[in-house]
């Protein structure tokens, strides 16, 4: 912390927030599961600036800034992601009319792609989330032509190589098969951002998709949320999201070899980069 800023009593700061009343917070303080700048404090007069010192309690980062909101869309099909779009086609102002605050989608999904979509005024964790170089995993089900076989879906995990680059799955397994081999429905995990590039992969291996949802973004799942919904993140999604960014930030302080990682978040993204497009 800054030592010229005389700061805020850190068991204020916490009940500010909503970790916990005044008194809840000095017992998470007195039995140590408060850290500050990742050093831990038991010491009650301890204080603190809310805008720069980063805070955790039980490994889960605090936010202090009450005016930072997160939200989760289920995009449909149809829809651009963009808050306005030139040539008129629907875009996201339709499911951002109820929230007061200005705020921006987290990467791309494709018109013809559905699912979880990040929508944030926090553009610090945006930039984390959406960089490549930060490697957030996105699972999607895709429901793809033909009959996709165990050997094609091992060839996807091995790895292939693309007119960009080589590529593979983190993960993946079949889930069902059409009748008569028509279609496969298959669950497909990978960190990369690269456009459109789990269509590209399927393409590649001879089984183009028909559909395609994303399912989770890091450690957030769409669950239930409808079609075309908006909801609030929960205290735990965003704290989840959060140390993820935490642990993002800390990985590009740390490394020093090379083309850093806080070289790349520090650099804007490009288009390509910046959509996670599928």
Do not use: W
């Not at 010229?4 to 850190?10: K, M, Y």
């Not at 202090?64 to 996201?92: E, I, W």
């Not at 094609?152 to 069902?176: P, Q, R, Y």
């Not at 459109?196 to 769409?222: A, C, K, N, Y």
């Amino acid at each position: 912390m800054d030592e010229s800023v005389e700061g805020v009593r850190l068991q204020k700061a916490l009940a500010n927030a909503g970790v916990a009343s005044r008194r809840a917070s000095e017992n998470l303080i007195i039995d140590g599961k408060v850290r500050v700048n990742g050093k831990r404090v038991t010491e009650l007069g301890t204080r603190i600036d809310p805008e720069r010192d980063k805070v955790s309690v039980n490994g889960t980062p605090v936010q202090f800034d009450q005016s930072r909101q997160y939200f989760m869309l289920n995009k449909p099909t149809g829809v651009v992601c963009t808050m306005h779009d030139d040539a008129g086609r629907p875009d996201l102002r339709q499911f951002t009319k109820h929230i007061e605050s200005r705020v921006y989608n987290v990467g791309r999904l494709d018109g013809d792609t559905s699912g979880l979509l990040i929508l944030t005024n926090d553009g610090e964790l945006a930039h984390v989330l959406a960089h490549p170089s930060f490697g957030v995993t996105k699972t999607y089900v895709a429901k793809v032509r033909g009959k996709l076989s165990p050997g094609t879906m091992k060839e996807l995990l091995d790895g292939i190589h693309l007119e960009d680059g080589f590529i593979k799955a983190d993960s993946g397994h079949i889930v069902d098969r059409a009748a008569g081999g028509r279609s496969t429905i298959v669950e497909i995990t990978l960190h990369s951002g690269r456009n459109r590039i789990v269509r590209r992969m399927f393409d590649h291996v001879g089984h183009p998709v028909e559909s395609l949802v994303r399912r989770s973004f890091g450690p957030l799942q769409l669950g239930t949320l409808r079609s075309g919904d908006v909801r609030e993140l929960s205290a735990q999604e965003l704290g989840k999201l959060l140390k993820l960014g935490r642990r993002a930030e800390n990985a590009a302080t740390k490394t020093t070899d090379g083309a850093t990682a806080e070289g790349a978040a520090s650099s804007q993204p490009t288009a390509s980069e910046e959509g996670t497009n599928e």
